[in-house]
């Protein structure tokens, strides 16, 4: 079955610590998407990619950092510069101007 | 920018009963619309799609109305189920820019 795999599901974070979010899709969808939710806030834009080797800064970059060298890969690194990274991070795929999937999401919990 | 907004924050009503979720973005210009649902903890599952050329969409007991030049789309709910209990969220994308989100309508059926 297509669709988007997130891992892992649950990851904590000591401070000072950079970790990477995994987001594979086998959708052949050309873009790629990093969203953020936090409770009550409603999901924010990360980064985005619209094509390998290509990406751009969405509302919140700040202590984000993303890669695309293949197109089914999007993995987010999550750095130290990022003072609040507690929070619930979804990653989708779509064709470009069409309809989104998401995946199941990955819970970070800094400890 | 655009600016999505969903209302009400949370709705309760007793099964069986037919429901309309709002929801209103500020700028027009809009190329679709897609309407999401979301179980707590998890991922975002597609309900509905509009395109910008459309008025709606239905997909069995739900149907989804966009009205461009007023800036409002409706979910629809028929004959609403305990099942039917989640968030809903509105996204609008306006061309090559992502979607662009609500925070969301809480919906919860009672038996």
């Known amino acids: 079955d297509g669709g988007i795999t997130q891992s892992p599901k649950y990851l904590f974070r000591k401070e000072g610590q950079n970790v990477t979010l995994s987001c594979e899709q086998n959708?052949?969808?050309?873009?790629m998407y990093w969203y953020r939710q936090d409770p009550g806030q409603g999901l924010r834009l990360i980064y985005y990619s619209q094509i390998v080797n290509d990406f751009q800064k969405g509302d919140i970059a700040e202590g984000y950092s993303v890669s695309r060298e293949k197109k089914e890969s999007f993995p987010l690194t999550v750095t130290s510069a990022q003072k609040n990274p507690t929070a619930f991070y979804l990653c989708?795929?779509?064709?470009?101007?069409?309809?989104?999937?998401f995946g199941s999401g990955t819970r970070l919990t800094v400890v | 920018k655009q600016e999505v907004t969903q209302i009400p924050a949370a709705l309760s009503v007793p099964e069986g009963e037919n429901l309309v979720l709002n929801c209103s973005f500020t700028?027009?210009?809009?190329?679709?619309l897609q309407w999401f649902r979301q179980d707590p903890g998890k991922g975002l599952t597609s309900l509905l799609l509009i395109q910008s050329s459309q008025r709606e969409q239905t997909s069995g007991r739900l149907n989804a109305s966009l009205d461009k030049s007023s800036g409002r789309s409706t979910l629809y709910i028929a004959a609403s189920q305990p099942g039917d209990s989640a968030t809903y969220l509105c996204a609008v994308s306006s061309g090559n820019t992502p979607l662009v989100f609500g925070k969301g309508t809480r919906l919860s059926v009672i038996a």
């Open positions: 959708l052949n969808h050309d873009a």
């Open positions: 700028d027009s210009a809009i190329y679709n």
């Open positions: 989708a795929s779509s064709e470009v101007l069409g309809g989104y999937t």
